[in-house]
Structure formats: structure tokens, C-alpha cells
């Protein structure tokens, strides 16, 4: 595939990138979320917990990594739930979905953010980047559909 060329030759190429996400759920059905660092890109949002794909990994590959990394815990990455893009720019962000599982450890913040279990129904009342809303509202009405 050709790299994007932009009609003005002068603008910069747009740069894509993979983001994988895990929905990850505690025996009581709460949603695992994570609070972007103040000082990040969409600071102070609430996010679902992942990051950067990278050449050479599998998208679960990168996202065992990232809940490794960010979380100090060790996941099973299981089936793909949906995705989403974002858009700003000369940045498309191609956001992947997975569900995971805790195997060891208990999720905390390894690189300082806050972490925290959400009921589902609740996870309308953290904001989040605007790529994860159409997921925030898909749990959320699957909550309000099993009870």
C-alpha cells in the first residue's frame, strides 16, 4: 500500500498507528479502566487499558506487553470485540478491541496512572478519548439488556 499523499506536497505524511485495548473483567463483572497521565495527550481521560502495536508483534502480542508494562500484570489476550478509528491531524490511529483476563497479578498504575473497577452501567460517567465511546456505549447497553 502506497503511503497517504496529501494534496498540499508541504503538509508532513500522515502517520498511522495501531493502538490495542483490553476489556478486562473482574469476577463481580466490573470493567477494568485506566486514567491517562495529566500530562499525556487526552490527559485526565479514562481509558480502556493498552497502547501502541509495534512492528514485529501481533496486536495480542503488543497488548500482553502494554498491560505488562502499564499494569504489572500478565494477561491472556482473548477474541477481538470491535474497533474504531480516530482521526486528527496528520495522525489516523486504528484502535483494536480484545477481551483479557487477569492470570497474575492485580492491576496498579506501574507508570503512575490510576486505575480503577467500573460496573458497566457506570462507565457513562467517565469521560473517555472519543475512539472508545462507541464501546462505552455497547457495554453499557448490554448491561441494561441482562438485567
Same mark, same amino acid.
Given at each position: %500500500? ?8 508541504? @503538509?508532513?505524511?500522515?502517520?498511522? %498507528? +495501531? ?6 473483567? $473482574? #469476577?463481580? =463483572? ?11 495527550? %487526552? =490527559? ?13 508483534? +501481533?496486536? #495480542? #502480542? ?17 477474541? /477481538? ?5 480516530? +482521526? ?10 480484545? *477481551? ?5 497479578? +492485580? /492491576?496498579?498504575?506501574?507508570? =503512575?496512572?490510576?486505575? %480503577?473497577?467500573? @460496573? /458497566?452501567? $457506570? ?8 475512539? $472508545? ?10 448491561? *441494561?439488556?441482562?438485567?
Amino acid at each position: %500500500m502506497a503511503p497517504e499523499s496529501n494534496s498540499n506536497s508541504h @503538509e508532513p505524511p500522515i502517520t498511522r %498507528m +495501531t493502538v490495542v485495548a483490553a476489556v478486562i473483567r $473482574d #469476577q463481580l =463483572g466490573r470493567i477494568l479502566l485506566a486514567q491517562r497521565p495529566k500530562s499525556s495527550h %487526552m =490527559g485526565g481521560l479514562w481509558e480502556f487499558p493498552g497502547g501502541k502495536s509495534v512492528e514485529g508483534e +501481533t496486536p #495480542q #502480542q503488543s497488548l500482553k506487553r502494554e498491560l505488562a508494562e502499564e499494569l504489572d500484570i500478565i494477561a491472556e489476550i482473548g477474541d /477481538p470485540l470491535t474497533f474504531a478509528t480516530h +482521526t486528527e491531524p496528520q495522525l489516523h490511529i486504528l484502535l483494536l478491541f480484545f *477481551k483479557a483476563a487477569i492470570l497474575e497479578g +492485580t /492491576p496498579r498504575g506501574a507508570e =503512575g496512572q490510576s486505575v %480503577m473497577w467500573v @460496573e /458497566p452501567a $457506570d462507565l457513562k460517567n467517565y469521560p473517555t478519548p472519543p475512539a $472508545d465511546s462507541a464501546l462505552v456505549r455497547q457495554l453499557v447497553n448490554e448491561c *441494561k439488556r441482562s438485567r
